[in-house]
């Protein structure tokens, strides 16, 4: 086995080296941070130092050293030993490619670089997953958890996740009271208001048992109500148009033997508040009603961000989540619950109604965020 050792300032001037000198399928096999030295009046001079021992072992070789240690090795262990070196060269080159904040995170908690990574893959931004593995470590340090245990990091990368995400089976309620509950679903143009309250309505009527109620107020979608009436004469439920607010509570008044009563309103852009506005004055009735914030997960994070910005003038209860099968970046979830502090109601995956819907739990919901097959526990 070929081994070469490689020095420098930081890792990603290393992995760049290794990356050219020995190509993609160099194997990592040690690193180490390396104190400066004091030398006289130099040592103010003198910088922290990364080294990293690398190769590009043949079969042979790696049988041979494997068969020394009485340890044997077949094909199918050394593919599976090398796919997990490469990877772990290809996280160092990803998280390369980010700002200095986070090759200062790399630097400063270096064990954490594979467990950051997935956490980029899977959608979360660089802020964020900066901030899990600083909180991650230092509760390692306050638990006094020595030396550099990734499997330890992990559970506390998915704690400080599970810390940062709730969930609310907001919709699981009956009509004791005598007066329906009513919710209405807001959110911005083509994310999926109307195909989420179909199946949510099946969800209620089938399973929960529960009286059901429609209402559209969507007057600028071609085909909106007739859409929502189509689903609800499937189902057997009284749907009917609301385009003013004296319309809305004359049919809040009909629906008044209703356990719940949910609404579907026009999407428009986030940027368009006088549209906004219209939505808020014709809900605002005298009937107390719930708002639930709908953002699709293929939209950019920044876009909803901003989304979550506009829609906040509703005060909503909880936040609803759909098209996560259209996408493998599902952390964007964490970036908006971290950011507005809402818990999670429910979650689409796809255009099936009444199956495509989950109410998760935060278990679950975390298992979403994280991405299918990008997992961070050990």
Request: hydrophobic share 40%; charged share 25%; glycine share 6%.
């Given at each position: 086995?070929n081994k070469r050792i490689y020095r420098a300032e930081n890792?990603?001037?290393?992995?760049?080296?290794?990356?050219?000198?020995?190509?993609?399928?160099?194997?990592?096999?040690?690193?180490?941070?390396?104190?400066?030295?004091?030398?006289?009046?130099y040592s103010k001079r003198a910088r922290t130092m990364f080294?990293?021992?690398?190769?590009?072992?043949?079969?042979?070789?790696?049988?041979?050293?494997?068969?020394?240690?009485?340890?044997?090795?077949?094909?199918?262990?050394?593919?599976?030993?090398?796919?997990?070196?490469?990877?772990?060269?290809?996280?160092?080159?990803?998280?390369?490619?980010?700002?200095?904040?986070?090759?200062?995170?790399?630097?400063?908690?270096?064990?954490?670089?594979?467990?950051?990574?997935?956490?980029?893959?899977?959608?979360?931004?660089?802020?964020?997953?900066?901030?899990?593995?600083?909180?991650?470590?230092?509760?390692?340090?306050?638990?006094?958890?020595?030396?550099?245990?990734?499997?330890?990091?992990?559970?506390?990368?998915?704690?400080?996740?599970?810390?940062?995400?709730?969930?609310?089976?907001?919709?699981?309620?009956?009509?004791?009271?005598?007066?329906?509950?009513?919710?209405?679903?807001?959110?911005?143009?083509?994310?999926?208001?109307?195909?989420?309250?179909?199946?949510?309505?099946?969800?209620?009527?089938?399973?929960?048992?529960?009286?059901?109620?429609?209402?559209?107020?969507?007057?600028?979608?071609?085909?909106?109500?007739?859409?929502?009436?189509?689903?609800?004469?499937?189902?057997?439920?009284?749907?009917?148009?609301?385009?003013?607010?004296?319309?809305?509570?004359?049919?809040?008044?009909?629906?008044?033997?209703?356990?719940?009563?949910?609404?579907?309103?026009?999407?428009?852009?986030?940027?368009?508040?006088?549209?906004?506005?219209?939505?808020?004055?014709?809900?605002?009735?005298?009937?107390?009603?719930?708002?639930?914030?709908?953002?699709?997960?293929?939209?950019?994070?920044?876009?909803?961000?901003?989304?979550?910005?506009?829609?906040?003038?509703?005060?909503?209860?909880?936040?609803?989540?759909?098209?996560?099968?259209?996408?493998?970046?599902c952390g964007k979830i964490l970036d908006q619950v971290s950011?507005?502090?809402?818990?999670?109601?429910?979650?689409?995956?796809?255009?099936?109604?009444?199956?495509?819907?989950?109410?998760?739990?935060?278990?679950?919901?975390?298992?979403?965020?994280?991405?299918?097959?990008?997992?961070?526990?050990?």
């Amino acid at each position: 086995m070929n081994k070469r050792i490689y020095r420098a300032e930081n890792i990603q001037l290393a992995i760049a080296n290794i990356k050219q000198e020995l190509g993609s399928d160099a194997m990592i096999l040690s690193t180490r941070k390396i104190a400066p030295k004091s030398i006289g009046s130099y040592s103010k001079r003198a910088r922290t130092m990364f080294e990293v021992e690398a190769s590009v072992p043949e079969y042979s070789d790696v049988k041979t050293e494997y068969n020394k240690a009485g340890l044997g090795i077949n094909q199918k262990e050394l593919t599976d030993s090398i796919k997990d070196d490469i990877a772990d060269i290809k996280d160092m080159i990803s998280i390369a490619s980010f700002g200095n904040g986070m090759k200062n995170m790399v630097c400063n908690h270096f064990e954490s670089v594979g467990i950051l990574a997935s956490l980029l893959r899977a959608g979360i931004s660089e802020a964020g997953s900066s901030s899990i593995i600083k909180k991650a470590s230092l509760s390692m340090d306050k638990n006094s958890v020595k030396g550099s245990n990734i499997k330890s990091l992990k559970k506390y990368v998915m704690q400080q996740c599970l810390n940062q995400i709730s969930t609310k089976d907001f919709f699981n309620r009956d009509n004791s009271s005598g007066v329906p509950h009513v919710a209405a679903f807001v959110g911005p143009t083509g994310v999926g208001k109307t195909t989420t309250i179909a199946k949510l309505a099946a969800l209620l009527t089938f399973e929960r048992k529960m009286k059901i109620g429609l209402i559209s107020i969507d007057n600028y979608r071609v085909g909106a109500f007739e859409q929502l009436k189509a689903y609800a004469s499937i189902m057997g439920l009284l749907c009917v148009p609301a385009f003013s607010s004296q319309d809305l509570t004359c049919a809040l008044d009909r629906m008044k033997s209703m356990d719940m009563v949910l609404i579907d309103t026009a999407g428009h852009s986030h940027f368009d508040k006088v549209k906004i506005d219209e939505i808020l004055k014709l809900i605002h009735t005298d009937f107390a009603i719930s708002t639930h914030l709908v953002l699709s997960v293929t939209s950019e994070s920044t876009i909803m961000k901003d989304a979550a910005a506009a829609f906040c003038a509703f005060n909503p209860d909880t936040l609803v989540f759909t098209k996560i099968d259209e996408t493998k970046r599902c952390g964007k979830i964490l970036d908006q619950v971290s950011d507005i502090k809402l818990p999670v109601s429910l979650i689409t995956n796809g255009q099936r109604v009444p199956e495509d819907l989950i109410v998760p739990d935060r278990g679950k919901l975390l298992k979403i965020i994280l991405g299918n097959g990008q997992q961070v526990v050990a």
